[in-house]
């Protein structure tokens, strides 16, 4: 039976990992649901999530504005309206969507509808009075290759635009009337090496007006700039990952001279790939690197300082728990964008493989969806991408760009998705009854759901059942176990003190009497003997 198990287990798993690697499910959905247990292996699972639409630049109406009914419709079609975007930021109190279209040199304006008549292109700027063309150092009112977006609004409600200008060296921020307020470019020589290339990739603002940048060339973390252009110096940082030649060099510097040890090959940390910031003001940053084991996900306070590293998450594996093996490609995770909702839920990007991981705001995984797809069909349907770059949420929807596909998938939440969805919403409150039968409803449409078990045994844990707790946490949360235990072990102690008390006062008096009985035998024996021996 032992062997059995361990057969179907093996054919389970490399099902679902076949099936992770791309192969379609149906017409209607083009990748089959899966997460993984507690233990890391994949299981089958239902979609949280399932493609509403996707959005290219003729929905958008980009090609009758930019080039005129008179253009032939093959040319038409060549230019695809959008073209590599890169990057997109939704304004979460507008319902703008803003859409770097870094091959056309253009950013992308309109709402959640994407239609014609709510599309504005904005591809030159001009310098304002309050900043004029004189105190410019790149004295350029056009985009070159932008890479990044990010949209903040003051207190007086003026609203500011932040684009990463890649190839003007440059993150320029202007208003709604597209004047230019301000400029972020290289920092002077004494602070910033000029061997090094200043090319912004992304960008995030926060409510300060602290503006961080990404270059990819830099591994000392984001550059950060004051509101008025200064630069500050560097945030958040990756840590150098503990390989076996950085060990070896930590022995080798406690013995080698100075000169030897300033022969030695360096080791750096990875860069930084992108970040994002959420309403309470903490910054999330990426590593994209698919050999990353550390700091493959951040969350960053206002001292740099990795929050997750304190409780424990900063060394999960997140994307896919393993690299994978399939027809002599290796496939392992590269986290290439984040996102975080309004409910603080997490959306990690992933480059290999084309697909979303859903997480909660501890790290807990809820949801895998899209893919790339098989490697002969890839990108052929809906939800599948040939090279995602962002992704965004707004109002429960889930937004993908691919840059070679040139278009915007849309995922919508599945009637499970938000089942689950409501359950976190009310654990995260506290309301662990309130949450029992949404959790109760989630195992019924998925036994596999793992964390529907961890919410029922925190449930029945209030409840004061503490045994039936123990059985939902037994497969799936030690921490969860041990305190529904521990309340056990009080509780029966408290119910049996009496008889507990009479039990071990009755032993007591057994093991005194049976001294008592033992001395006498000893007595009597010795007696006995004495006297044979007259």
Same mark, same amino acid.
């Given at each position: 039976?032992?062997?059995?198990?361990?057969?179907?287990?093996?054919?389970?798993?490399?099902?679902?990992?076949?099936?992770?690697?791309?192969?379609?499910?149906?017409?209607?959905?083009?990748?089959?649901?899966?997460?993984?247990?507690?233990?890391?292996?994949?299981?089958?699972?239902?979609?949280?999530?399932?493609?509403?639409?996707?959005?290219?630049?003729?929905?958008?109406?980009?090609?009758?504005?930019?080039?005129?009914?008179?253009?032939?419709?093959?040319?038409?079609?060549?230019?695809?309206?959008?073209?590599?975007?890169?990057?997109?930021?939704?304004?979460?109190?507008?319902?703008?969507?803003?859409?770097?279209?870094?091959?056309?040199?253009?950013?992308?304006?309109?709402?959640?509808?994407?239609?014609?008549?709510?599309?504005?292109?904005?591809?030159?700027?001009?310098?304002?009075?309050?900043?004029?063309?004189?105190?410019?150092?790149?004295?350029?009112?056009?985009?070159?290759?932008?890479?990044?977006?990010?949209?903040?609004?003051?207190?007086?409600?003026?609203?500011?635009?932040?684009?990463?200008?890649?190839?003007?060296?440059?993150?320029?921020?202007?208003?709604?009337?597209?004047?230019?307020?301000?400029?972020?470019?290289?920092?002077?020589?004494?602070?910033?090496?000029?061997?090094?290339?200043?090319?912004?990739?992304?960008?995030?603002?926060?409510?300060?007006?602290?503006?961080?940048?990404?270059?990819?060339?830099?591994?000392?973390?984001?550059?950060?700039?004051?509101?008025?252009?200064?630069?500050?110096?560097?945030?958040?940082?990756?840590?150098?990952?503990?390989?076996?030649?950085?060990?070896?060099?930590?022995?080798?510097?406690?013995?080698?001279?100075?000169?030897?040890?300033?022969?030695?090959?360096?080791?750096?940390?990875?860069?930084?790939? /992108?970040?994002?910031?959420?309403?309470?003001?903490?910054?999330?940053?990426?590593?994209? /690197?698919?050999?990353?084991?550390?700091?493959?996900?951040?969350?960053?306070?206002?001292?740099?300082?990795?929050?997750?590293?304190?409780?424990?998450?900063?060394?999960?594996?997140?994307?896919?728990?393993?690299?994978?093996?399939?027809?002599?490609?290796?496939?392992?995770?590269?986290?290439?964008?984040?996102?975080?909702?309004?409910?603080?839920?997490?959306?990690?990007?992933?480059?290999?493989?084309?697909?979303?991981?859903?997480?909660?705001?501890?790290?807990?995984?809820?949801?895998?969806?899209?893919?790339?797809?098989?490697?002969?069909?890839?990108?052929?349907?809906?939800?599948?991408?040939?090279?995602?770059?962002?992704?965004?949420?707004?109002?429960?929807?889930?937004?993908?760009?691919?840059?070679?596909? /040139?278009?915007?998938?849309?995922?919508?939440?599945?009637?499970?998705?938000?089942?689950?969805?409501?359950?976190?919403?009310?654990? /995260?409150?506290?309301?662990?009854?309130?949450?029992?039968?949404?959790?109760?409803?989630?195992?019924?449409?998925?036994?596999?759901?793992?964390?529907?078990?961890?919410?029922?045994?925190?449930?029945?844990?209030?409840?004061?059942?503490?045994?039936?707790?123990?059985?939902?946490?037994?497969?799936?949360?030690?921490?969860?176990?041990?305190?529904?235990?521990?309340?056990?072990?009080?509780?029966?102690?408290?119910?049996?003190?009496?008889?507990?008390?009479?039990?071990?006062?009755?032993?007591?008096?057994?093991?005194?009497?049976?001294?008592?009985?033992?001395?006498?035998?000893?007595?009597?024996?010795?007696?006995?003997?004495?006297?044979?021996?007259?």
């Amino acid at each position: 039976m032992p062997l059995m198990k361990k057969l179907a287990a093996a054919f389970l798993t490399a099902a679902v990992c076949v099936t992770a690697l791309g192969v379609t499910a149906s017409a209607d959905e083009p990748y089959t649901g899966y997460n993984y247990d507690w233990w890391g292996d994949p299981i089958p699972s239902q979609n949280g999530f399932v493609v509403d639409k996707v959005i290219d630049g003729s929905d958008l109406g980009l090609d009758l504005l930019d080039y005129g009914e008179g253009l032939k419709e093959d040319a038409l079609k060549q230019l695809q309206g959008l073209s590599e975007p890169s990057d997109m930021f939704v304004d979460q109190n507008t319902g703008k969507f803003y859409i770097v279209d870094s091959k056309n040199n253009r950013l992308i304006v309109t709402d959640s509808t994407f239609s014609p008549d709510a599309t504005q292109v904005i591809k030159e700027l001009k310098y304002s009075h309050e900043f004029p063309e004189s105190q410019s150092i790149i004295k350029k009112t056009t985009f070159s290759s932008p890479r990044g977006v990010y949209v903040r609004t003051n207190s007086d409600g003026v609203k500011l635009i932040y684009v990463a200008d890649s190839d003007n060296d440059r993150v320029v921020a202007f208003n709604e009337d597209l004047e230019i307020a301000m400029e972020y470019t290289r920092p002077s020589k004494d602070v910033y090496d000029d061997k090094t290339t200043y090319k912004p990739n992304k960008v995030v603002v926060d409510s300060a007006f602290n503006v961080y940048v990404i270059v990819p060339s830099i591994t000392q973390g984001s550059l950060q700039f004051s509101a008025d252009g200064q630069f500050n110096g560097y945030y958040g940082a990756n840590r150098v990952e503990a390989t076996a030649e950085v060990i070896a060099q930590q022995f080798w510097k406690l013995i080698y001279t100075r000169e030897q040890i300033i022969a030695m090959r360096r080791s750096v940390a990875m860069e930084i790939s /992108n970040l994002d910031i959420d309403k309470e003001g903490f910054i999330y940053t990426v590593t994209e /690197n698919k050999s990353a084991e550390t700091d493959v996900l951040k969350k960053l306070n206002p001292a740099g300082t990795n929050i997750f590293k304190n409780l424990g998450y900063d060394d999960m594996t997140f994307g896919d728990f393993a690299t994978r093996y399939y027809k002599g490609h290796n496939y392992a995770s590269a986290i290439t964008d984040v996102d975080i909702d309004e409910e603080g839920n997490i959306y990690l990007l992933d480059f290999t493989t084309g697909r979303v991981f859903q997480y909660t705001d501890e790290c807990d995984l809820l949801f895998i969806f899209g893919t790339k797809g098989p490697q002969q069909t890839q990108g052929t349907q809906k939800g599948t991408f040939l090279s995602v770059s962002a992704v965004e949420t707004y109002k429960g929807k889930v937004y993908v760009v691919d840059s070679r596909k /040139n278009s915007i998938t849309i995922f919508k939440q599945t009637e499970f998705g938000a089942i689950v969805q409501n359950a976190i919403s009310l654990f /995260n409150e506290g309301l662990y009854d309130e949450a029992k039968e949404p959790w109760e409803e989630v195992l019924r449409r998925d036994a596999n759901y793992w964390l529907a078990y961890i919410g029922l045994g925190n449930a029945y844990l209030n409840q004061n059942e503490y045994g039936t707790a123990m059985d939902y946490f037994y497969r799936t949360s030690r921490a969860g176990y041990n305190r529904a235990f521990k309340s056990f072990r009080i509780e029966f102690i408290r119910a049996n003190f009496t008889w507990m008390l009479i039990i071990v006062l009755g032993i007591i008096v057994l093991l005194i009497a049976w001294s008592y009985v033992r001395k006498y035998l000893k007595k009597k024996k010795a007696a006995s003997k004495g006297g044979s021996d007259k």
